[in-house]
Nanobody
Framework: QVQLVESGGGLVQAGGSLRLSCAAS????????MGWYRQAPGKRRELVAS???????NYADSVKGRFTISRDSAKNMVALLMNSLEPEDTAVYYC???????????WGQGTQVTVSS
């Protein structure tokens, strides 16, 4: 069974940092694209950052310069280092693994990130 398990969420003060990690299991091939999405109450789920198997990254404008995504393709793991956190970053963060052509699209259960002011 394919599973994505996130870890590292929590409660931090504004200006603090958190590192989210996601481990995929049950997949024998290298995942094309891994990334992080987030959804805050009353808002649409949005892409935070993604990274391809080749190392190409994409970031939401709101997190550029603050967040860094990385992956270990051999292990199908992805991490998100979040620095200078702001209350606006408060959301449930979801790990995602997908192929742009729709061959697969997997989601983790999410991890809560709360940033207090």
């Amino acid at each position: 069974q394919v599973q994505l398990v996130e870890s590292g969420g929590g409660l931090v003060q504004a200006g603090g940092s958190l590192r989210l990690s996601c481990a995929a299991s049950g997949i024998i091939f290298t995942i094309n694209t891994m990334g992080w999405y987030r959804q805050a109450p009353g808002k649409r789920r949005e892409l935070v950052a993604s990274i391809t198997s080749g190392g190409s990254t994409n970031y939401a404008d709101s997190v550029k310069g603050r967040f860094t995504i990385s992956r270990d393709s051999a292990k199908n793991m992805v991490a998100l280092l979040m620095n200078s956190l702001e209350p606006e970053d408060t959301a449930v963060y979801y790990c995602n693994a997908h192929h742009p052509s729709g061959y697969y699209n997997y989601w983790g259960q999410g991890t809560q990130v709360t940033v207090s002011s």
